[in-house]
């Protein structure tokens, strides 16, 4: 092998390790104009709790889910809020959820399945509000679940 072609290799495999383990494209932020990762957060726990209930009146999902339900809250309402949704409507949504949030978890702990199911209820309706003011409104509440 001769020197040129055993530093080409060498140039090659330096250019190939260097591809290999530079910086990867970080998640999106909070700031993103496309993104609301905590919104994304929120949402996964939110219909892994309120279709069961909708769908069936099973609550148990719902109040397994609780606790994180009011930590993915006080994430979303403490993160920074992107520009297109960065208002004091919105942000008084977000303020509103956590303390449903938080009147949900309390309720979750007691039998009584009424009071449970429309504070649940209460807490998916106002996680939509936010939800289409993220949206504009004019997506269809089935292609978020």
Request: net charge negative; aromatic share 8%; glycine share 4%.
């Amino acid at each position: 092998m001769s020197t040129k072609h055993a530093f080409g290799i060498l140039v090659w495999s330096l250019v190939v390790v260097m591809a290999a383990c530079s910086p990867k494209k970080e998640q999106a932020t909070e700031t993103d104009s496309d993104t609301w990762p905590s919104m994304d957060e929120f949402h996964m726990i939110m219909a892994e709790s309120f279709h069961p209930f909708r769908d069936s009146a099973n609550l148990a999902p719902a109040k397994a889910n609780a606790d994180s339900m009011v930590a993915a809250a006080g994430r979303w309402v403490n993160a920074p809020v992107p520009e297109k949704a960065n208002t004091p409507q919105i942000k008084e949504k977000l303020q509103q959820l956590k303390h449903e949030a938080d009147a949900f978890a309390i309720l979750s702990k007691t039998d009584d399945a009424a009071a449970t199911g429309e504070s649940l209820t209460k807490l998916h309706d106002l996680f939509h509000e936010l939800q289409e003011s993220w949206y504009g409104g004019h997506e269809d509440h089935q292609e978020h679940h």
